[in-house]
C-alpha cells in the first residue's frame, strides 16, 4: 500500500461534498479550523450545493471529486459529511492519477465507499471526523490525532475489556467501515477484500436484524473466514422491532464469528460519534486482546 505524502504546514486540503449536502456553517468552521493550523484550502464548486437529499446533481459531485483526486496541488480531500450519495459515482471514477499521485481521502460512514476504491487501487486512505465534528469540537482530540497522523505520527487506541472479547494478538492490514456500506458493495467490483486483513466496522441506526443480515451475507460470501482479526466500534441508535430480535448489536456480531480464532474486540471508539478517532485504512496495524488490554496499535 502506498502511503500518499504526509501534510505539512502550507499543504493544501481540498473540502468536497461526495454524498449529503451540508450545512455552510459546518464547511466555514472546518475551513477556518485548517486555516488556523496551517493549511491552504480549496472549496470545491459544488460543495454548499443541493440536489434533494445530495450536495448536488451526480454530475456535478462526480466533477467536484474528480477534480480533487486528479488536481496536484491537492494533498488531501476532506469529504465535507456522509449521509448517502457516494455509490452513484464510485463506478464512474478515474484513479489513473491519483494512483500516480496519491493524496489522503479523509472521512468516514458513506466515505467508506472510497476507502475501498482507495485501497483497490494501492493507496492508504483515513477513516475519521468531518466538518460538522470540527464545527462542533475543534478542540477534541478525535480532531488533533488526524492531523498527527497526516503528519506521519502514530496513534493507538485503548477500549475497556468487554466480556465478549476473544483474546488473541495479530497484525496486519487495517481496513473496514461502515457495516451498510461494506454490505451495499457486496457482488460488485468494489466488494471488499477482508482476507488476511484486520477488519473494523461500526454503523448506525439500523434495524438489529439488518445488522443479521448483513453479518450473514458476510459470512457465507467469506469475508469473516480469513481475517486476521476483527475490531468492533459502536452501533449507535440501533433499532429494535415490537417483537425483540432478542440480541443486542455486538452479540449479533459475537454470534457470526464464534467459530473462527482471531481476536475480537468490542467497544473500540470508531463511528458515529463524538469521539470518532482516526484509523488510516490500508495501514499496518497490531491488535493485542487479553482479560486487562484492549489495544490497536499503529505498527
Known sequence: MKTPPYLSKGSRIAIVSPAG??????????????????????????CLGRHNQMAGTDEERLADLQQALDNPEIDAILCSRGGYGVNHIIDKLNMSKFKKHPKWI?????????????????????????????????????????????????????????ELNRKGTAKGTLIGGNMSIIYSLQGTDFAIDCDDKILFIEDLNEYLYHLDRMLINLKMSG??????????????????????????AYEIVKAHTDEYSYPVGFGFPIGHIDDNRPLVEGGTYKL??????CTLKMA
Open 21 to 46: 449536502y451540508i450545512n455552510p456553517d459546518f464547511v466555514a468552521s472546518a475551513e477556518s479550523y485548517l486555516k488556523s493550523i496551517g493549511y491552504e484550502v480549496e472549496i470545491s464548486a459544488h
Open 106 to 162: 479523509l472521512g468516514f460512514s458513506d466515505i467508506t465507499n472510497l476507502h475501498i476504491l482507495a485501497s483497490q487501487n494501492g493507496v492508504k486512505s483515513m477513516h475519521c471526523q468531518m466538518a460538522k465534528a470540527i464545527h462542533n469540537n475543534p478542540n477534541a482530540e478525535c480532531i488533533s490525532d488526524i492531523f498527527k497522523i497526516l503528519q506521519g505520527e502514530k496513534i493507538s487506541y485503548t477500549a475497556e475489556p468487554n
Open 223 to 248: 469475508k469473516l473466514a480469513k481475517l486476521r482479526g476483527l475490531v468492533v466500534g459502536t452501533f449507535s441508535d440501533m433499532k429494535d422491532n415490537a417483537s425483540p430480535f432478542g440480541r443486542t
Open 288 to 293: 493485542e486482546i487479553t482479560d486487562t488490554i
